[in-house]
């Protein structure tokens, strides 16, 4: 059998992963501006914590964006819908941005608090709406089996606008005032709105309803139809609920990380230099060695893989908890768990785009991407509880433990789901019989 899985250097090569390069640093840009960078101006600017925490949920945009994703399906935009269903999309939400960005820094928190928290929840609206047709034209313009590299691309290019938007504002902001550091971030979208214009647009068939109603049902009740249609039964609810479970002991650790790390005698300065900025860089490595992992061995076989290691990197905070306070074994566990971290987002995203059929991108890949969050956010809030209940040591080992429902899922659900032949992402096929 002659195998039709690209080289790694045909995936990597391939335009469409300098594209998505640049999509990724536009969708990661914002995240931070409207969130973690956002809330150190506000505390400049005399807003009360209580303020800052009801601030915190402008991003619920990120949590919710399924519900707007079948507009992105269905409707074509007046005037920018000249480039195209995808393209147009994009560069309309990153017009609202831009202007949403420039609004903050003329409004800032100190005049207007009111119109100020507007234009922030805008500002994340289109963030938001940024990710929903990025990851719709990530899926469209390249065959699942190359999805690997343009999913590590498009960490790369999200990594470094969070790096951009994170430490880079922050030190600026030490020698500026923070409107001009929100109008700098505004000309980096700018610039980057280029590749928007010359993107190739992907193949996108949206089918044309002859009545609003009909217009309605398929680009609403569509998507969940279509998918249950494919996976019909318990198979659907079982993949939502394997969807839910595959990221959990990330999600888990991720609430406590930084009070563990204080609490562990390292300062702040050492939390954000081995954390956020080299923490960052390997986690970008983790993300390639994910994509050239799917590109080669294919996507199942990687996640699988890829789930094991990111719950088990788990295991290696109890390192911290016997030398507390020691920067190298601190760096060391920063990166094990950044690099099965990126290796698994990378597999993920693969596996989550070869589940999605091509008339309804957007809306399903949105609804999956926002489930994948959801069950760790929830449990992520009784975090401290548990800490609280059975120590650090012992949360780590029950986070690491929390994988094993996945894993029994993964199983019953392999023989029935192959998703390296099936290329849910390019058709609309039933699974395999059993």
């Known amino acids: 059998m002659i195998d039709s899985r690209p080289s790694l250097r045909q995936a990597f090569l391939q335009p469409a992963a300098l594209t998505m390069l640049c999509f990724g640093f536009t969708s990661g840009l914002p995240f931070l501006l409207v969130g973690g960078t956002l809330s150190a101006w506000l505390k400049e600017s005399g807003v009360s914590l209580e303020g800052i925490g009801l601030m915190s949920l402008a991003g619920l945009s990120y949590s919710l964006k399924f519900l707007w994703a079948p507009a992105v399906d269905r409707w074509r935009l007046p005037l920018f819908g000249r480039l195209g269903q995808r393209r147009g999309w994009l560069l309309a939400a990153q017009c609202v941005l ?6 903050m820094a003329v409004i800032t928190p100190a005049g207007d608090i009111t119109l100020f928290v507007a234009i922030t929840v805008l500002a994340a609206f289109a963030g938001a ?6 990851d719709a034209y990530r899926i469209e313009i390249a065959p699942p089996e190359t999805q690997g590299a343009l999913a590590a691309t498009y960490t790369l290019g999200y990594r470094l606008a969070l790096l951009a938007s994170g430490a880079l504002a922050l030190f600026l902001a030490d020698i500026v005032s923070w409107t001009l550091v929100y109008q700098l971030m505004a000309m980096v979208l700018l610039s980057v709105m280029l590749a928007t ?11 044309r309803a002859t009545s609003l109603r009909d217009t309605l049902v398929d680009g609403v009740v569509g998507p969940f139809r279509d998918f249950f249609t494919r996976f019909a039964g318990p198979l659907g609810v079982a993949l939502l609920l394997f969807i839910g479970l595959l990221k959990i002991p990330d999600q888990m650790l991720g609430v406590m990380a930084v009070p563990f790390y204080l609490d562990s ?18 986690g970008i490595a983790g993300a390639f060695l994910g994509g050239s992992a799917v590109v080669r061995f294919g996507i199942e076989r990687t996640l699988l893989f890829a789930i094991i290691i990111g719950a088990a990197s788990n295991l290696l905070y109890l390192l911290l908890t016997l030398f507390p306070g020691n920067l190298t074994v601190f760096t060391l566990v920063i990166a094990g768990e950044n690099l099965s971290g990126g290796f698994l987002g990378t597999a993920a995203v693969a596996w989550l785009s070869a589940l999605v059929n091509r008339r309804y991108t957007a809306t399903q890949y949105a609804l999956f991407s926002s489930l994948v969050t959801l069950p760790g956010k929830l449990i992520g809030g009784f975090s401290g509880f548990m800490v609280s209940a059975m120590t650090y040591a012992g949360f780590f080992i029950f986070t690491t433990l929390a994988i094993l429902p996945a894993l029994a899922l ?4 392999r023989p029935r789901v192959d998703m390296d032949h ?6 609309a096929d039933t699974p395999r019989d059993d």
């Open 410 to 413: 993964w199983l019953w659900l």
């Open 422 to 427: 099936q290329a849910g992402a390019r058709h």
């Open 129 to 134: 709406t940024q990710d929903v047709v990025v």
């Open 98 to 103: 831009l202007g949403a960005l420039l609004g």
């Open 265 to 282: 005698g390292f300062t702040k300065t050492e939390i954000g230099a081995v954390s956020k900025i080299f923490g960052v860089w390997i």
């Open 197 to 207: 214009v010359f993107a190739r647009e992907p193949a996108h068939e949206a089918p």
